[in-house]
């Protein structure tokens, strides 16, 4: 349309615009995925290209769009707007780019600028997740040409299924009550080598279509006062972590909302990515029901997660680390708390390093006594608070 | 965990004046020292090291007794021992005197407070087998005339132990708040809150625990007092002074004085409280904030708090 205006400012003549028109409304269509330059002969043409790589849900995927105009092109060189909208399997527009802008000039020469989606699409209340895998659709134009390619979304190794659960959480989870609605339905796990999925029956239903935004694991008023709705517990190991049930009954004590899960399982394949022999350990979370954990303060509603120290030596399961003491590494704890409050939508870190905590604390990090053992993350209650029964 | 005298790492406790040097005198423990005490004599600025954990143990927490001759710590050593598949720390009370010697070990310590009269210390035995999973296993006396004899008070389960200074009642707290009474050996469940009381005992608060906030209560209408101005979730230092003022703020740096009554701040300052003489109602203040590794004579300050 900016090209368009331009236009009819430039020629203000009836036949001229109608020329105009016709050739700048010339469409180029290729499916190209992986594809470097298409065999375009046209004066101009604007395409995408695709990394060669098997991008998967929620990893980076670079986008590359490119331009050549030669010098006999109908277009008037200059400095054009770049729009470029990313559509679902689904046929939902999950992201429009603007901002991005090109230099046409009639140079027969190729020009590129990269942009990176970073594979996740946005769901109505918990931000952005990974992008289920499927086809998208790459919609690009600029001065009126026009360019659209399919971007392949695979799935990545630890949620085949693109639900956003991962598949150690649907396994651990297998048989677990949830209530959705009126109704109460179970995990489902129908063929363990496959991935499984939340529930079967309900998989084309009203309750797939709702996947991804998991309302129904809800943390309800306070983490000193608190209920969990719908929790679900961490696996008992997984990329990153291990869960360490301590003098708990085993699964007692591992109960969160789906969120944190999910964000906390994140911060461990990040740490795992460098650290794949120190497994982060983690302890206590919430009861199902959340409710009082005595001697915990907290704890009552599955925002609360108790994280164990990184020691300088050989990882032993269920070792404790003490701040100060022994193989304890402040670095590399560091590390992971900081980990925590980049990629978790983290309130407060709690821990009892207190050369740490004012070293290196941001408003995140803080020094509160009784953690010399183990370090606490309050997560943010992305729903609000609402009221227990 | 949190007990409001005691500060692990950073703070020292102030040397209740029996004498009048004493009232100048504090312990305290560096940030990255966490097995060594000192006491640091104000007057004529000198640091002296007064007790040293073993190898291998840190101190959690420490405290004066009242009476000034005695000074009670926490001492955990890092790696845990292995009990079948589980891990618990060995968690000593120790009892040393003014010149570090030690007068008494006791193993297995979750908590401990000191009697009003100094003459007795009431502990919470039990193991700790990280992460906040505790064992209690009850309440004990010990008193300083006979430290042979470790006198069981009451079963009730607890992580967090007070002696109350206006009534000599002991406080505990698990899921409830429990009232002890060390004479008796009764145990009555209140609805208290929490378990610090003032030193007229007409206000009480509870500390910090997990972030969940700090909140100061109204012991006879057991009401929250409502906090002008105070973020209660970043106050993770608390501190009766004198009578029903305490200080409450950031442990490394601001702090307020606040009146309970009030439930407002009377003044405000910024450092590391190392110890406070209710007698001069003077406190002492480290002012390097980011550097506690040592008492740097150039950067304490003494001030004087007006407490009305």
């Given at each position: ?18 020329f ?5 409304i ?9 594809c ?28 590359t ?27 939902i ?5 603007n ?14 600028l ?15 997740r ?7 659709t ?16 695979y ?8 639900d ?49 935004t ?72 919430s009861?199902?029901?959340?409710e009082?954990?005595p001697p915990?303060?907290g ?49 407060r ?33 992305a729903?609000?608070?609402q009221?227990?029964? | 965990?949190q007990?409001i ?51 291998g ?18 001492e955990?050593?890092?790696?845990h ?29 979750l ?9 007795s ?5 039990g ?5 906040m999973?505790?064992?209690p ?27 109350a200074?206006h ?13 002890l ?10 609805d ?46 608390y ?33 590391k ?36």
């Open positions: 349309m900016h090209l368009r205006n331009n236009l009819n400012v430039m020629f203000n003549s009836q036949n001229l615009r109608r105009a028109v016709i050739e700048l010339t469409i180029v269509v290729l499916v190209c995925s992986g470097e330059q298409p065999n375009i002969t046209a004066d101009a043409a604007i395409w995408i290209s695709l990394p060669e790589s098997r991008p998967r849900s929620g990893d980076n995927y670079s986008i769009v490119n331009w050549r105009f030669r010098s006999g092109a109908s277009v008037v060189p200059g400095h054009y707007p770049l729009r470029l909208e990313i559509i679902g399997p689904d046929g527009s999950q992201a429009i780019v901002g991005l802008y090109i230099d046409i000039d009639l140079d027969d020469q190729q020009h590129s990269q942009w990176i989606w970073d594979g996740r699409v946005s769901t109505p209340d918990r931000g952005r990974p992008a289920p895998p499927g086809d998208y790459l919609y690009v134009s600029a001065a009126e040409y026009h360019f659209s390619a399919t971007a392949k979304v799935p990545n190794d630890y949620d085949q299924d693109g956003n659960i991962s598949d150690a959480i649907e396994n651990e989870n297998s048989g677990v009550q949830i209530t959705f609605g009126t109704n109460t339905y179970d995990y489902v796990v129908d063929n363990l080598s496959r991935p499984p999925v939340i529930s079967w029956y309900l998989s084309s239903g009203d309750w797939y279509a709702n996947r991804g998991h309302e129904y694991s809800l943390a309800k008023d306070t983490r000193g006062n608190g209920c969990l709705y719908n929790g679900l517990r961490i696996a008992d190991q997984s990329t990153g972590y291990r869960y360490y049930p301590n003098t708990d009954p085993t699964d007692t004590d591992n109960w969160a909302t789906l969120l944190l899960i999910n964000e906390l399982e994140q911060v461990a394949r990040v740490w795992g990515a460098t650290h794949s022999d120190y497994p982060m350990t983690t302890l206590d979370f009861k199902q029901n959340g009082s954990f915990h303060d704890h009552q509603n599955g925002l609360d997660a108790d994280i164990m120290y990184i020691g300088s030596g050989t990882y032993q399961y269920g070792s404790f680390i003490v701040v100060n003491v022994g193989s304890y590494d402040a670095t590399a704890s560091l590390e992971l708390m900081q980990l925590f409050n980049n990629l978790a939508s983290v309130d870190i709690w821990t009892s390093d207190q050369a740490l905590a004012d070293y290196y604390s941001t408003d995140k990090i803080q020094y509160l006594s009784g953690h010399t053992n183990h370090f606490h993350v309050d997560f943010l209650d729903d609000g608070s009221s227990c029964p | 965990m007990k005298l005691l500060f692990q790492l950073i703070l020292c406790q102030l040397l209740y004046a029996s004498t009048k040097t004493a009232s100048d005198k504090f312990i305290y423990s560096t940030n990255d020292e966490s097995r060594i005490l000192y006491v640091y004599d104000a007057k004529n600025q000198i640091s002296t090291r007064l007790y040293e954990a073993p190898s143990f840190r101190i959690d927490s420490y405290g004066q007794s009242p009476a000034g001759k005695q000074i009670a710590l926490l955990t050593n890092g790696e021992m292995r009990k079948g598949d589980l891990g618990y720390a060995i968690k000593n009370l120790v009892i040393i005197n003014q010149n570090g010697k030690v007068l008494k070990r006791i193993k297995n310590v908590e401990y407070s000191w009697s009003p009269a100094g003459n210390i009431a502990f919470i035995r193991l700790d087998y990280g992460g999973e505790l064992k296993e009850g309440i004990w006396l010990l008193s300083l005339s006979n430290l042979n004899t470790e006198d069981k008070l009451s079963d009730v389960k607890a992580s967090d132990i007070q002696w200074r009534n000599n009642k002991i406080y505990v707290k698990w899921k409830e708040v429990y009232e009474d060390p004479r008796e050996k009764t145990s009555t469940k209140t208290f809150q929490g378990i610090f009381f003032s030193e007229d005992g007409k206000y009480y608060f509870r500390p910090n625990y997990e972030g969940t906030g700090f909140k100061l209560f109204d012991t006879g209408s057991n009401k929250e007092i409502a906090l002008k101005s105070i973020d209660n979730k970043k106050v993770n230092f501190r009766w002074i004198k009578d029903s003022h305490l200080i409450v703020g950031d442990i490394t740096f601001e702090k307020r004085v606040l009146s309970a009554k009030r439930g407002d701040s009377l003044s405000s300052f910024s450092g409280v190392i110890g406070f003489n209710p007698k001069t109602s003077e406190i002492y203040v480290h002012k390097d904030k980011k550097a506690f590794r040592g008492l740097a004579k150039s950067s304490i300050e003494r001030m004087k708090l007006e407490l009305n």
